[in-house]
Antibody, heavy 125, light 108 residues
């Protein structure tokens, strides 16, 4: 299970920070990646980024200059930081487990399962 | 980025109907395509991965097919709990992973 937590309101130009608590699996596992996906109210889904247990992270190029994902193995949690937020960053933020399958050295099939329940973050003064 | 286009944007159907939803990629993605179901106020749930594989627990009335640029999700004998929004997602060319805009399946 995954559970997001963090402030529901962030002021423009400030930093959005969310944490995902993981239960039932270790984020130090070499099997999975851990990531974030967001959904503006009434709109579609946007992948933000993903992180491996060794610290390797990759991000959506549209957000790369403002986003960071980090792990806290001692708490079995991972976190999202998004800087210089604007109203366009208002969204439901989901933490997800990223599953990958495929032969070594070959392109991997990647999907997201499970998802947290989501944390609504509103950017407003 | 690979663009994913779903059609139709919305669809009305009745319990017991069979419906087919379509997802088209802007370039070939082999079978690197997943489907998710999202009910109102809930997080998306994985429905199909690798274009046609059902995760454990997903009813067999759901099926996926396709390869390359064109994919379909078919729901046979619609049940009341199937009325939801469905999203496709590609994992062929990343970053970024990209999603379709969704198809909303409504009760007629």
């Amino acid at each position: 299970q995954l559970q997001e937590s963090g402030p529901g309101l962030v002021k423009p130009s400030e930093t959005l920070s969310l944490t995902c608590n993981v239960s039932g699996a270790s984020i130090s596992s070499s099997i999975y990646y851990w990531g974030w996906i967001r959904q503006p109210p009434g709109k579609g889904l946007e992948w933000i980024g993903s992180l491996y247990h060794n610290g390797y992270a990759y991000y959506n190029p549209s957000l790369q200059s403002r986003v960071a994902i980090s792990l806290d193995p001692s708490k079995n949690q991972f976190s999202l930081t998004l800087t210089s937020v604007t109203a366009a960053d208002t969204a439901l933020y989901y933490c997800v487990r990223e599953d990958r399958r495929g032969a070594a050295g070959r392109k991997k099939w990647v999907w997201f399962d499970p998802w947290g329940q989501g944390s609504l973050v509103t950017v407003s003064s | 980025d690979i663009q994913m286009t779903q059609s139709p944007s919305s669809l009305s159907a009745s319990v017991g109907d069979t419906v087919t939803l379509t997802c088209r990629a802007s370039q070939g993605i082999s079978t690197f395509l997943n489907w998710y179901q999202q009910k109102p106020g809930k997080a998306p749930n994985l429905l199909i991965y690798a274009a046609s594989t059902l995760p454990s627990g997903v009813p067999s009335r759901f099926s996926g097919s396709g390869s390359g640029t064109d994919f379909t999700l078919t729901i046979s004998s619609l049940q009341p709990e199937d009325f939801a929004t469905y999203y496709c997602q590609q994992s062929y060319d990343t970053p970024p992973y990209t999603f379709g805009q969704g198809t909303k399946l409504e009760i007629k």
